[in-house]
């Protein structure tokens, strides 16, 4: 009798004790429960083994630590990688010019289990890369074009060359973007690149003058050749017109009548017209055989 | 009582302590080695759970096969043709033999560093064998360079057999000269934009020259087309001037040329000519068209 409330002590304690670690326990299954949010996927490990490679957006189950673990990665999430934009440092071109460039690169996931597992460092390996196809794209490219016009056709190099040594890699990478941000000549030669594009919009502009004065020149030529012709058609249609008229009315006296009659009036008009504005000599008939005479 | 409660809970803790030491967790691309008193007796290559016997009896050793990247300082390097070349590259490799590298290198401090030794001299010894031009070329099909770097990963690898690990790939992160070659770079570039400068403009010179030539070789032609054509239509406008005079002339040819006589004296004759004349035609009493046929004479003065 005496032991007894001793006993409802130790009842109580053992009991209070078995209540915390029922409820221990219950929290350790609770600990399985676990969120993938959208635009993530999950990947689930039973003691290191991968059970499930690509667990879907939502609230999941597994069995706790350490049974079960899991590693959530996000497979919209784009990260951003500079090279070149902080420093200074020159790059190579094909036909061994300076220049300054600068690329950034847009990546993200493509596939979990190779993120995970194929390389210790993914994103220290996708940064590499990235920098080893631009040197390879700058040093492949003539200098005008790497500053000029070559410039996309670089981007694309880049991104094609770090896309395939990262799948051969099963780096598990999707390059989505590069984009050359930069790329200058360096400042100690920058005013002789200048010169090159002066040069080559005073050669644009040569070409230009020329090609306008060239212009003006044979659009004048045509002008004048065309009024020349004009000319010539209004003289012809003259010339036709008033041999027309002329010979319409000769005919007409060759075929009256009068004819005679209107010689002799013609010949006196034309004597009437012209002997008025002549001057005149007038010789004796002894002196007309000295004359030469004209028919 | 009190004493069966510790040695339960000393159970509890050896039991606990006997499950953690046993289980072996080995993860994807991991290897763990079975160590029984410091001899290897297993491999395990297989991600799971895996059991041994508890420490101390058997230990473990987790060894990462994955893909490294090592990127040490950039390092300067000569060319076949003797030009001084600043190359910062890197290396991938991985473990292929776990048992062989635990063995040799033990530590990954220890590969990167080895492997490093043995990249840069087979680089090294590969660059001498290149030209400058054959490594940096417009023409990507001209450029030896991807042949260059696979002759290093198939020398390392050679090297590196014994060691248990596998060398990927070599790659280039950026090439450029040393900096006390820089100033005379400068210069090399800076005349050869002018020699292109100069190149343009007299470029420009010559087309707009050839343009100009052109523009007035293009011009006398049509002009010259153009005065033929004026000739020609000139001409045609004559005949037929010609022509219309032919019926007049067929019907009564003396008359004709008499009108046309009294035409063309009309139109030559003018106030500065003279006319010299016999007296007996100022009498009047003459038969005017015999007049034609006697002595006239014009004279310009």
Same mark, same amino acid.
């Given at each position: 009798?005496?032991?007894? /409330?001793?006993?409802?002590?130790?009842?109580?304690?053992?009991?209070?004790?078995?209540?915390?670690?029922?409820?221990?326990?219950?929290?350790?299954?609770?600990?399985?429960?676990?969120?993938?949010?959208?635009?993530?996927?999950a990947v689930l490990f039973q003691f290191g083994r991968v059970v499930d490679k690509r667990v879907p957006a939502g609230i999941h189950y597994a069995l706790p630590y350490p049974f079960h673990t899991h590693k959530k990665v996000s497979l919209t999430r784009m990260t951003t990688i500079e090279i070149g934009?902080?420093?200074?440092?020159?790059?190579?071109?094909?036909?061994?010019?300076?220049?300054?460039?600068?690329?950034? =690169?847009?990546?993200?996931?493509?596939?979990?289990?190779?993120?995970?597992?194929? =390389?210790?460092?993914?994103?220290?390996?996708?940064?590499?890369?990235?920098?080893?196809?631009?040197?390879?794209?700058?040093t492949t490219t003539p200098v005008?074009?790497?500053?000029?016009?070559?410039?996309?056709?670089?981007?694309?190099?880049?991104?094609?060359?770090?896309?395939?040594?990262? =799948?051969?890699?099963?780096?598990?990478?999707?390059?989505?973007?590069?984009?050359?941000?930069?790329?200058?000549?360096?400042?100690?030669?920058?005013?002789?690149?200048?010169?090159?594009?002066?040069?080559?919009?005073d050669k644009l502009r040569m070409v230009n003058e020329a090609g306008t004065i060239a212009h003006t020149k044979l659009s004048r030529a045509r002008t004048e050749g065309f009024e020349l012709i004009s000319q010539a058609r209004a003289q012809a249609e003259t010339r036709v017109k008033t041999a027309e008229g002329k010979a319409q009315a000769i005919m007409q006296m060759i075929e009256s009548?009068?004819?005679?009659?209107?010689?002799?009036?013609?010949?006196?008009?034309?004597?009437?017209?012209?002997? /008025?504005?002549?001057?005149?000599?007038?010789? /004796?008939?002894?002196?007309?055989?000295?004359?030469? =005479?004209?028919? | 009582m009190k004493t069966l409660r510790l040695a339960l809970i000393l159970v509890l803790f050896l039991g606990i302590y006997v499950l953690a030491t046993a289980a072996v967790p080995v993860e994807e691309n991991q290897s763990a080695l079975i160590f029984q008193f410091g001899?290897?007796?297993?491999?395990?290559?297989?991600?799971?759970?895996?059991?041994?016997?508890?420490?101390?009896?058997?230990?473990?050793?987790?060894?990462?096969?994955?893909?490294?990247?090592?990127?040490?300082?950039?390092?300067?390097?000569?060319?076949?043709?003797?030009?001084?070349?600043v190359i910062d590259y890197f290396f991938t490799y991985q473990i292929a033999d776990p048992l062989q590298f635990h063995r040799v290198l033990k530590d990954d401090r220890i590969a990167d560093v080895t492997l490093d030794d043995l990249v840069n001299s087979a680089l090294g010894s590969s660059l001498g064998r290149y030209e400058l031009t054959s490594l940096i070329n417009t023409r990507p099909e001209m450029t030896r360079m991807t042949g260059l770097l696979d002759e290093v990963v198939i020398?390392?690898?050679?090297?590196?057999?014994?060691?248990?690990?596998?060398?990927?790939?070599?790659?280039i992160k950026r090439l450029t000269f040393p900096r006390e070659n820089e100033q005379a770079i400068y210069a090399r570039m800076f005349s050869e934009r002018q020699?292109?400068?100069?190149?343009?403009?007299?470029?420009?010179?010559?087309? #707009?020259?050839?343009?100009? #030539?052109?523009?007035?070789?293009?011009?006398?032609?049509?002009?010259?087309?153009?005065?033929?054509? #004026?000739a020609c239509l000139r001409g045609e406008a004559d005949a037929e001037a010609l022509n219309l005079f032919a019926g007049a002339w067929r019907k009564n040819p003396e008359?004709?040329?008499?009108?046309?006589?009294?035409?063309?004296?009309?139109?030559?004759i003018t106030d500065k000519d003279v006319l010299v004349m016999s007296n007996n035609l100022v009498g009047g009493e003459l038969d005017m068209p015999d007049v034609i046929g006697k002595p006239y004479r014009s004279v310009r003065e």
């Open positions: 009798m005496i032991d007894f /409330p001793k006993s409802t002590a130790f009842g109580l304690v053992s009991r209070i004790s078995g209540i915390i670690l029922i409820f221990g326990l219950v929290c350790w299954i609770l600990t399985g429960i676990y969120t993938v949010d959208q635009g993530e996927v934009l902080n420093d200074r440092a020159g790059w190579i071109t094909g036909d061994l010019n300076i220049i300054e460039a600068a690329l950034l =690169t847009t990546y993200r996931i493509r596939d979990p289990e190779n993120f995970l597992f194929s =390389t210790r460092d993914p994103a220290r390996l996708v940064e590499k890369t990235v920098t080893a196809a631009l040197n390879t794209a700058l005008d074009q790497a500053l000029t016009t070559g410039k996309s056709e670089i981007e694309k190099r880049v991104k094609q060359l770090s896309q395939d040594f990262l =799948t051969e890699s099963k780096a598990g990478v999707l390059i989505l973007s590069t984009h050359l941000r930069r790329a200058i000549p360096p400042e100690q030669v920058a005013g002789g690149f200048k010169e090159v594009m002066n040069a080559r919009a009548p009068e004819g005679a009659a209107y010689t002799q009036r013609l010949y006196l008009e034309t004597l009437a017209a012209i002997l /008025p504005r002549m001057k005149k000599i007038i010789v /004796p008939p002894e002196a007309e055989e000295r004359i030469m =005479t004209i028919k | 001899r290897v007796i297993r491999i395990v290559d297989q991600p799971g759970l895996h059991w041994k016997l508890p420490d101390p009896i058997q230990t473990r050793f987790l060894i990462s096969r994955k893909i490294k990247v090592y990127d040490p300082e950039a390092r300067e390097y000569l060319t076949e043709d003797k030009k001084n070349i020398k390392t690898a050679a090297m590196v057999s014994e060691t248990g690990v596998k060398v990927n790939s070599i790659k020699k292109i400068a100069t190149q343009y403009r007299s470029e420009g010179m010559e087309q #707009a020259r050839k343009i100009k #030539a052109e523009a007035d070789l293009e011009m006398e032609k049509v002009l010259a087309r153009a005065k033929k054509e #004026a008359m004709y040329a008499y009108i046309r006589k009294l035409e063309i004296y009309r139109e030559v």
